[in-house]
């Protein structure tokens, strides 16, 4: 019966899929015509993905019945020998089988066209403002909205309406869930909004389609009105099932309540200091104590310490489903926190936006960070605002689609801002190629110099805050280089801009600054761990090492306060951390208190070794006196 | 006559409108029913229910002395449908629907789907949309014979056809079914093409049936009684089954079922000056049932 209902389907839609093909053959015209004006290929490749392709699934979807109810067909389909969930079923799949051949058409639309190459993975949309993979909106959107209008479809025979309906419905509750869910912000569950949102958008559909399945089962299709009240009834009952279970599982379980990151924000002798999604926290290393310092969800963990102030980026969400970004500042015990700079006012240039990194600079006089994704369109990305909340400025950095962004330091004196910016990939934005730029921003003048670019991932790290003011100190970074094709380490010097590479054979994966910020240890992608001695100019250290933990390498490297290298190490399924004495031999090797399946990242603060247990999302510290582990979160 | 279907007090309401209520069917087996009706009485209806295509808000329906649960594949299995309009997937081809329609049948026999095309001279190649009406009606009847169905409900088929096409569909296929064992439920509104076919009538009328006999006797005792008296007609005639009466100055007309001769006698004993007694066709019939 499949075989048959799939040709019959593809017979009755065969004009509906010349639409989609024509459409995505006149995209991909388009695509040619405007291949060098990457804004155009912007709008045309978000028209196609966020309007084209869910259209056509509304229409697809809300096709679905269309045939069977016009002229009381309905009654010679039911009349034949069949289970009816096996004609929903046999007809879901028909047409799914359309919509997956228009999506792989699609795809190889995008992953072919000449003037999409740069982008095998993502882009970005305008609309959306945001890097979302085509898996997300080019595959799960128009099922989604398939889903919908296909269980919709035993509503009424009129396509354009019930494609309409659909729209509006799964608007209507997606809006519905996601006000929903985002009451649950001020909750301090910053991550369960999003995760409940997602999972709701499946489960509404998914609910929708049962009760399409329980009406054509159950209802009187004679009687246009029982059936829409069936539909409704059984709708209603499903959603509200699917939010029960949702909220069974979110309060009862906590699984959703769960931190599912930790930030490292701030290794000092006296505390560490870290954040997950509730709010702010400070290890106290003398006593041992852990302390929440604010109660203000932290937006992915960014802050930033000088002195004893701490500046900090959070959300207000106000009771409301939209947050405004905060940006406040507070004393490292968590005590004075005000408000520096909001978001909520519309007057400001930086009304809606989301504010990225956060620097305080070293006196503590000034705070820079980075505004993106405000309705208003300011040329202005940094900002520096003096820290009793005065002199608000923006700086144009002037580098078009720049997106990620990480705010190095200040310079010295404190006239300028280092910042890394990383470029957005889109279609035809072929300078993406060029990878992330450093770039230094005098903020008297504003303007704007590129100290370095072709930067690769970890991309970089100033030297530790303690020591960004005296020492000789620098930013190492790792550059792509083009002639030997390898990454090399790089470390620039503030004050002189002059930059030494470390010259090794193999290309460098991690790096890390010791204490004191004169050392950089590195490791490579031929499993070699290096020490690199700023003063010296040279490598003074380098060993090949085995047995150790290397995933996520920028991670699993790290110095002690006592200039010990620290590395993770997997034996036989038990993990440890690992100390290497000078000449980087093992010296001593101290099992996790936990099993984990992923790479544990690793920390050093003061006398203590911290280790994140991903998993579980807890964070332990062992005492390297004593080799006593604590549970510090 | 063994019964292949029965129903027992079948109740159906569309919201506050009840369309009919403790409605009791036979079929016998191998007969040809008429079900006849005015147009909003629930034949459809009837007919869905009976096909499992809706369900009944109360009421059981047996086949073959077992009874049929709402939805029932095995049932479907064995039974027949050509609505009034015909419907196909105006896409198909002939060949395409009958392949489509082959998959739903266990007792699919598809050398008598050949026949039946040939025999009603249907190309499996033709596009189901460029068919005439009596086409389509004889590629529908080809569907539902390929599938071997005991039982053959037709809604209203031949409305809309020409009177030649009419005549070949009743004279020789109904009846050459129901020769060869199939029990038929025909549903219509032209009334008098039941005449030459049907062996039992069934009259839905406000909800219930009003008639449900077998058609000889029916004819055999309906009767139209004419009469004429020197004043005014009496106001009764003093007997039971007058379905309708009419009167007008001193001649009065009446139907009466079922007739008798002991009928005959009372009304005589009005000393009419004229009693004269006829039969009446089929369409009478209907009318003079649903009449009052």
Same mark, same amino acid.
């Given at each position: 019966?499949?075989?048959?209902?799939?040709?019959?389907?593809?017979?009755?839609?065969?004009?509906?899929?010349?639409?989609?093909?024509?459409?995505?053959?006149?995209?991909?015209?388009?695509?040619?015509?405007?291949?060098?004006?990457?804004?155009?290929?912007?709008?045309?490749?978000?028209?196609?993905?966020?309007?084209?392709?869910?259209?056509?699934?509304?229409?697809?979807?809300?096709?679905?019945?269309?045939?069977? #109810?016009?002229?009381?067909?309905?009654?010679?389909?039911?009349?034949?020998?069949?289970?009816?969930?096996?004609?929903?079923?046999?007809?879901?799949?028909?047409?799914?089988?359309?919509?997956?051949?228009?999506?792989?058409?699609?795809?190889?639309?995008?992953?072919?066209?000449?003037?999409?190459?740069?982008?095998?993975?993502?882009?970005?949309?305008?609309?959306?403002?945001?890097?979302?993979?085509?898996?997300?909106?080019?595959?799960?959107?128009?099922?989604?909205?398939?889903?919908?209008?296909?269980?919709?479809?035993?509503?009424?025979?009129?396509?354009?309406?019930?494609?309409?309906?659909?729209?509006?419905?799964?608007?209507?509750?997606?809006?519905?869930?996601?006000?929903?869910?985002?009451?649950?912000?001020?909750?301090?569950?910053?991550?369960?909004?999003?995760?409940?949102?997602?999972?709701?958008?499946?489960?509404?559909?998914?609910?929708?389609?049962?009760?399409?399945?329980?009406?054509?089962?159950?209802?009187?299709?004679?009687?246009?009105?029982?059936?829409?009240?069936?539909?409704?009834?059984?709708?209603?009952?499903?959603?509200?099932?699917?939010?029960?279970?949702?909220?069974?599982?979110?309060?009862?379980?906590?699984?959703?309540?769960?931190?599912?990151?930790?930030?490292?924000?701030?290794?000092?002798?006296?505390?560490?200091?870290?954040?997950?999604?509730?709010?702010?926290?400070?290890?106290?290393?003398?006593?041992?104590?852990?302390?929440?310092?604010?109660?203000?969800?932290?937006?992915?963990?960014?802050?930033?310490?000088?002195?004893?102030?701490?500046?900090?980026?959070?959300?207000?969400?106000?009771?409301?489903?939209?947050?405004?970004?905060?940006?406040?500042?507070?004393?490292?015990?968590?005590?004075?926190?005000?408000?520096?700079?909001?978001?909520?006012?519309?007057?400001? =240039?930086?009304?809606?936006?989301?504010?990225? =990194?956060?620097?305080? $600079?070293?006196?503590?006089?000034?705070?820079?960070?980075?505004?993106?994704?405000?309705?208003?369109?300011?040329?202005?990305?940094?900002?520096?605002?003096?820290?009793?909340?005065?002199?608000?400025?923006?700086?144009?950095?002037?580098?078009?689609?720049? *997106?990620?962004?990480?705010?190095?330091?200040?310079?010295?004196?404190?006239? $300028?801002?280092?910042?890394?910016?990383?470029?957005?990939?889109?279609?035809?934005?072929?300078?993406?190629?060029?990878?992330?730029?450093?770039?230094? +921003?005098?903020?008297?003048?504003?303007?704007?110099?590129?100290?370095?670019?072709?930067?690769?991932?970890?991309?970089?790290?100033?030297?530790?805050? *303690?020591?960004?003011?005296?020492?000789?100190?620098?930013?190492?970074?790792?550059?792509?280089?083009?002639?030997?094709?390898?990454?090399?380490?790089?470390?620039?010097?503030?004050?002189?801009?002059?930059?030494?590479?470390?010259? #090794?054979?193999?290309?460098?994966?991690?790096?890390?600054?010791?204490?004191?910020?004169?050392?950089?240890?590195?490791?490579?992608?031929?499993?070699?761990?290096?020490?690199?001695?700023?003063?010296?100019?040279?490598?003074?250290?380098?060993? *090949?090492?085995?047995?150790?933990?290397?995933?996520?390498?920028?991670?699993?490297?790290?110095?002690?306060?006592?200039?010990?290298?620290?590395?993770?190490?997997?034996?036989?399924?038990?993990?440890?951390?690992?100390?290497?004495?000078?000449?980087?031999?093992?010296?001593?090797?101290?099992?996790?208190?936990?099993?984990?399946?992923?790479?544990?990242?690793?920390?050093?603060?003061?006398?203590?070794?911290?280790?994140?247990?991903?998993?579980?999302?807890?964070?332990?510290?062992?005492?390297?006196?004593?080799?006593?582990?604590?549970?510090?979160? | 006559?063994?019964?292949?279907?029965?129903?027992?007090?079948?109740?159906?309401?569309?919201?506050?409108?009840?369309?009919?209520?403790?409605?009791?069917?036979?079929?016998?087996?191998?007969?040809?029913?008429?079900? #006849?009706?005015?147009?909003?009485?629930?034949?459809?209806?009837?007919?869905?229910?009976?096909?499992?295509?809706?369900?009944?808000?109360?009421?059981?329906?047996?086949?073959?002395?077992?009874?049929?649960?709402?939805?029932?594949?095995?049932?479907?299995? *064995? +039974?027949?449908?050509?609505?009034?309009? =015909?419907?196909?997937?105006?896409?198909?081809?002939?060949?395409?629907?009958?392949?489509?329609?082959?998959?739903?049948?266990?007792?699919?026999?598809?050398?008598?789907?050949?026949?039946?095309?040939?025999?009603?001279?249907?190309?499996?190649?033709?596009?189901?949309?460029?068919?005439?009406?009596?086409?389509?009606?004889?590629?529908?009847?080809?569907?539902?014979?390929?599938?071997?169905?005991?039982?053959?409900?037709?809604?209203?088929?031949?409305?809309?056809?020409?009177?030649?096409?009419?005549?070949?569909?009743?004279?020789?296929?109904?009846?050459?079914?129901?020769?060869?064992?199939?029990?038929?439920?025909?549903?219509?509104?032209?009334?008098?093409?039941?005449?030459?076919?049907?062996?039992?009538?069934?009259?839905?009328?406000?909800?219930?049936?009003?008639?449900?006999?077998?058609?000889?006797?029916?004819?055999?005792?309906?009767?139209?009684?004419?009469? +004429?008296?020197?004043?005014?007609?009496?106001?009764?005639?003093?007997?039971?089954?007058?379905?309708?009466?009419?009167?007008?100055?001193?001649?009065?007309?009446?139907?009466?079922?079922?007739?008798?001769?002991?009928?005959?006698?009372?009304?005589?004993?009005?000393? =009419?000056?004229?009693?004269?007694?006829?039969?009446?066709?089929?369409?009478? +019939?209907?009318?003079?049932?649903?009449?009052?």
């Amino acid at each position: 019966m499949f075989k048959q209902m799939i040709v019959k389907e593809w017979k009755e839609k065969i004009g509906l899929f010349l639409f989609a093909l024509a459409g995505l053959l006149l995209f991909a015209l388009a695509f040619s015509g405007y291949s060098k004006d990457k804004n155009t290929l912007d709008i045309l490749a978000t028209t196609l993905v966020l309007i084209f392709l869910p259209v056509f699934s509304l229409l697809l979807g809300a096709s679905g019945f269309s045939s069977e #109810l016009q002229d009381g067909a309905w009654a010679y389909l039911f009349s034949r020998p069949v289970k009816r969930w096996r004609i929903w079923l046999a007809k879901y799949f028909s047409l799914f089988t359309i919509l997956s051949v228009v999506i792989l058409l699609f795809t190889l639309l995008v992953r072919l066209h000449p003037a999409l190459k740069p982008t095998p993975d993502t882009f970005s949309f305008p609309l959306l403002d945001e890097d979302i993979s085509y898996g997300i909106l080019a595959f799960v959107l128009p099922l989604l909205l398939f889903t919908t209008a296909f269980s919709l479809s035993i509503l009424s025979e009129k396509t354009h309406a019930v494609a309409f309906l659909a729209a509006f419905v799964w608007i209507v509750l997606q809006v519905a869930v996601t006000r929903g869910s985002f009451s649950l912000l001020n909750r301090g569950m910053f991550y369960s909004p999003f995760s409940l949102v997602s999972i709701l958008s499946i489960l509404i559909p998914l609910s929708l389609a049962l009760a399409s399945l329980v009406t054509l089962n159950r209802a009187d299709f004679s009687q246009p009105r029982s059936r829409a009240w069936m539909f409704t009834k059984s709708a209603a009952a499903f959603i509200l099932a699917s939010v029960a279970l949702v909220a069974v599982f979110t309060f009862g379980t906590g699984m959703f309540q769960r931190d599912r990151y930790i930030y490292n924000l701030e290794a000092r002798n006296d505390a560490f200091y870290f954040a997950t999604e509730k709010g702010f926290f400070r290890f106290d290393l003398a006593g041992g104590q852990t302390k929440k310092l604010a109660r203000h969800p932290s937006m992915w963990g960014y802050m930033s310490m000088a002195g004893d102030k701490l500046a900090f980026t959070s959300y207000d969400y106000g009771g409301g489903w939209r947050g405004f970004a905060q940006l406040r500042i507070m004393s490292s015990d968590g005590k004075e926190d005000r408000l520096l700079v909001g978001t909520e006012n519309q007057g400001s =240039p930086l009304y809606g936006g989301t504010i990225y =990194p956060v620097r305080i $600079s070293p006196s503590g006089d000034r705070v820079a960070f980075i505004v993106k994704h405000g309705p208003k369109a300011t040329a202005e990305d940094l900002w520096v605002v003096r820290s009793d909340g005065s002199g608000l400025k923006g700086y144009d950095l002037g580098i078009p689609d720049a *997106e990620y962004y990480m705010i190095v330091g200040f310079g010295r004196p404190e006239t $300028s801002v280092f910042v890394l910016c990383v470029q957005r990939i889109r279609p035809g934005n072929r300078d993406a190629r060029m990878g992330a730029r450093l770039l230094r +921003v005098d903020l008297e003048s504003g303007g704007v110099e590129t100290l370095a670019d072709q930067i690769r991932k970890p991309y970089v790290a100033s030297m530790p805050r *303690e020591t960004w003011t005296s020492g000789p100190g620098g930013i190492a970074y790792i550059q792509h280089d083009e002639a030997a094709s390898k990454e090399i380490l790089a470390v620039l010097n503030p004050e002189t801009l002059e930059i030494q590479t470390v010259d #090794l054979e193999d290309s460098v994966t991690a790096f890390r600054w010791n204490k004191s910020g004169d050392e950089l240890a590195f490791l490579t992608a031929g499993s070699r761990l290096g020490v690199y001695s700023l003063a010296e100019g040279r490598i003074v250290q380098v060993k *090949e090492i085995k047995g150790y933990d290397l995933r996520w390498p920028s991670e699993a490297l790290e110095w002690t306060s006592d200039g010990r290298i620290m590395l993770r190490k997997i034996e036989e399924k038990v993990s440890s951390i690992c100390f290497l004495d000078a000449n980087l031999s093992e010296q001593k090797a101290i099992r996790l208190p936990f099993r984990s399946h992923y790479a544990s990242r690793i920390w050093s603060a003061g006398k203590y070794a911290i280790v994140e247990d991903t998993e579980n999302h807890q964070l332990w510290g062992v005492d390297l006196g004593t080799d006593q582990w604590l549970r510090i979160y | 006559m063994s019964e292949l279907l029965k129903t027992t007090n079948l109740i159906k309401s569309f919201g506050r409108h009840l369309v009919f209520s403790n409605l009791n069917l036979k079929l016998g087996e191998g007969k040809v029913h008429g079900l #006849l009706g005015l147009n909003g009485e629930g034949k459809t209806t009837l007919i869905r229910i009976l096909l499992g295509v809706i369900p009944p808000d109360a009421g059981q329906i047996q086949y073959k002395d077992n009874a049929v649960s709402y939805r029932s594949d095995a049932y479907k299995q *064995e +039974v027949g449908y050509i609505p009034e309009d =015909p419907f196909f997937y105006g896409g198909m081809r002939v060949g395409e629907l009958l392949d489509f329609n082959a998959a739903f049948y266990r007792r699919w026999d598809a050398m008598r789907a050949a026949d039946l095309l040939k025999r009603f001279s249907l190309d499996r190649r033709a596009r189901i949309r460029t068919l005439s009406r009596g086409m389509k009606l004889r590629l529908e009847m080809a569907v539902a014979l390929a599938a071997g169905p005991a039982l053959l409900v037709l809604d209203d088929p031949t409305s809309g056809l020409d009177v030649p096409t009419r005549y070949d569909f009743l004279q020789d296929i109904i009846r050459e079914l129901a020769d060869s064992g199939t029990t038929i439920l025909f549903s219509t509104h032209l009334v008098h093409e039941l005449e030459r076919i049907v062996d039992h009538l069934f009259i839905l009328h406000r909800g219930r049936l009003i008639l449900d006999e077998g058609y000889e006797t029916v004819k055999k005792f309906t009767r139209r009684v004419r009469l +004429v008296f020197e004043g005014e007609p009496p106001r009764t005639l003093g007997v039971d089954g007058v379905l309708c009466e009419t009167r007008e100055g001193q001649r009065m007309e009446a139907v009466v079922y079922p007739w008798s001769a002991d009928k005959q006698k009372k009304m005589e004993e009005f000393s =009419p000056t004229l009693l004269h007694v006829e039969p009446l066709t089929l369409e009478q +019939v209907f009318r003079s049932f649903v009449a009052g």
